[in-house]
C-alpha cells in the first residue's frame, strides 16, 4: 500500500499502478448501487458477515478518491468516471442527513436499525468531509453554522476533544465516548476547512505520548450486532 501511495503522489507513477486504479474503479462503478451508496459490511458477535446500509463506506470511498482525481496521469475519461461516482455518492450522503440536525447516523435513513443508535460525530465528520470535497456549494454559510452548533453538542472540553455520540451527556452518560479514531476524523474534517484545534492536537499528543491509541470501532463497528 505504501508503494502505491509513493507511485501516486509521483508525476509519473507505474505502468501497473495506473492499471490497477483503473480496475479498482470499473470495480467501484459496478459496485455502486443505483441511489449513490457503496454497501457496507456488519460482523455479528460470531464474526458472520452481512450488508450493512451504511453511509460510512460511500463517505470513506469519497474521501479516498479525492487522492486520485486531480493526479497529472489521470486520463479524462476516468476523470470523468470518478466525478460521476462521486456526483451520484454525495447526493446519496445529502439524503442520509438526520431531517432534524446537522448530523448523519451510522445506519441508513429508513432501515429499522436507525433507531437503535443515536446520531453520532464519527459518520457525521466523514460525510461532511466528503461533501466538501465533492460538492463544497451544500456546505453553504447556514450549513458550517450548523456544523459548528454540532461540535459545541459535543464537546468535553472547549475545542476538543468530542463525544462519539451526539446525546445530551448530563442525562445519557451510557453513550459517552471519547474515541480517538472518531476524533481523528473530526480533526481530519476541520483541517480541510482550514480550521486547527489546538486542544484537540493536545489530545493526540497525549495519547501518543501515553500509548494509548486503541479504538472501540476499530476492533468493532457500529453495525456489529
Known amino acids: 500500500m505504501n508503494k ?4 501516486m503522489n509521483s508525476k509519473m507513477p507505474s505502468e501497473q499502478t495506473t492499471k490497477t486504479i483503473r480496475t479498482a474503479l470499473i470495480f467501484l462503478e459496478h459496485q455502486q448501487k443505483q441511489d449513490g451508496k457503496f454497501e457496507g459490511i456488519a ?8 450488508a450493512s446500509p451504511t453511509p460510512f463506506t460511500t463517505s470513506v470511498i469519497l ?4 487522492h486520485v482525481v486531480h493526479q497529472e496521469w489521470i486520463d479524462e475519461a ?3 468516471s470518478i466525478q ?3 456526483r451520484n455518492a454525495a447526493n446519496y450522503l445529502i439524503i442520509q442527513k438526520d431531517e432534524t440536525y446537522f448530523a448523519w447516523n451510522y445506519w441508513e435513513a429508513g432501515t429499522p436499525q436507525r433507531k437503535k443508535l443515536p446520531l453520532d460525530l464519527d459518520d457525521t465528520a466523514l460525510a461532511v468531509a466528503a ?3 465533492w460538492q463544497p456549494e451544500y456546505l453553504d454559510g447556514a450549513a458550517l453554522a450548523n456544523l459548528v452548533q454540532t461540535l459545541l453538542t459535543a464537546e468535553l472540553a472547549v475545542g476538543g476533544p468530542y463525544n462519539t455520540w451526539l446525546i445530551d451527556m448530563s442525562k445519557e452518560s451510557i ?3 471519547c474515541d480517538i479514531a472518531v476524533n481523528a476524523n473530526i480533526a481530519f474534517l476541520v483541517s480541510l476547512l482550514g ?3 489546538n486542544n484537540l492536537d493536545a489530545y493526540f499528543e497525549a495519547a501518543i505520548e501515553t500509548k494509548i491509541l486503541s479504538s472501540l470501532w476499530e476492533m468493532r463497528g457500529a453495525g456489529d450486532t
Open 84 to 86: 460521476q461516482i462521486a
Open 131 to 133: 461533501l466538501y470535497i
Open 78 to 80: 476516468t476523470e470523468k
Open 43 to 50: 460482523f455479528n458477535t460470531k464474526n458472520e458477515t452481512a
Open 63 to 66: 474521501t479516498t478518491l479525492q
Open 175 to 177: 453513550w459517552r465516548d
Open 4 to 7: 502505491i501511495t509513493e507511485q
Open 195 to 197: 480550521i486547527k484545534l
